[in-house]
């Protein structure tokens, strides 16, 4: 079989073994492999999902739906998850071998995983980008929390997400348990899709400062609420949805599993 390694870098920005290196960065946080790590049924069910919250109920389905039949495909080959399938093709010899024995493509892989890097799995980004540069107590906080090794979200969540997780790391750190739930829910925004630091600022200052709070947000009434802060700040409402809009945000936040304990 002649498989074209470029096209992953093509098709995900990232070279084979960098996409792969990041798939399992992720899945080695506990939360990710307990409340993420579908089995292939689950995984069908959840790109249906991905088309209602997301996408908003799309009559177009060409998005979703070779990635169901992928995992139907999966299925048939007897992978149970999402960590199990990583690991079926790690390297560049696993990858051909597994592929010689299922009626998946290359194509077709590679699709699958930029999907559960981009859509499924929630994006690891650097902590500072949940810092608000406004804030000079939060500024401080920043060099504690690198030294605590809290240096992403999915590091916050992994350790903060429970009432004593927050404790200990209150004692630990010494940070205010109101500071490190703020910075919690902070993090627990940027599981949305392609929500990075920006926006997680952005919908915070706009009063959206919980996934719950999204999820349960009435659409024209953020809207309203989040153009009356863009002109607090000289910006347009326009800008920012064309970035993200918010009826995608409203709807992803549906469907993520709940992470934070209150």
């Not at 960098?18 to 409340?35: E, S, W």
Request: some cysteine; proline content about 4%.
């Amino acid at each position: 079989m002649e498989i074209n390694w470029d096209r992953a870098k093509e098709q995900t920005l990232w070279t084979y073994e960098a996409l792969i290196d990041k798939l399992f960065g992720v899945l080695a946080y506990g939360f990710v492999r307990q409340l993420y790590n579908h089995s292939m049924p689950q995984a069908q069910s959840f790109a249906g999902q991905v088309q209602q919250g997301y996408l908003q109920g799309k009559a177009d389905t060409a998005f979703t739906d070779p990635i169901i039949t992928a995992f139907k495909i999966l299925e048939a080959a007897q992978i149970d998850s999402y960590l199990h399938l990583v690991w079926r093709v790690a390297t560049r010899e696993k990858c051909a071998v597994f592929l010689q024995r299922t009626e998946l493509g290359f194509e077709a892989l590679i699709q699958t995983l930029n999907y559960l890097f981009r859509w499924v799995l929630p994006f690891r980004i650097p902590v500072r980008e949940l810092i608000d540069p406004g804030c000079e107590q939060q500024m401080a906080f920043l060099p504690i929390l690198k030294q605590h090794k809290l240096r992403s979200n999915l590091d916050l969540l992994e350790q903060g997400r429970s009432t004593a997780g927050r404790a200990a790391l209150a004692r630990h750190t010494r940070i205010p348990r109101s500071v490190l739930l703020d910075l919690v829910h902070r993090a627990d925004i940027s599981r949305l899709a392609f929500v990075r630091g920006k926006t997680v600022q952005h919908l915070c200052s706009g009063g959206f400062d919980r996934l719950e709070k999204i999820a349960g947000a009435d659409l024209s009434e953020m809207e309203i609420a989040m153009d009356a802060y863009f002109q607090t700040i000289g910006k347009r409402l326009a800008d920012f949805k064309s970035v993200v809009p918010l009826g995608w945000m409203v709807g992803g936040a549906g469907i993520l599993p709940p992470v934070v304990e209150a």
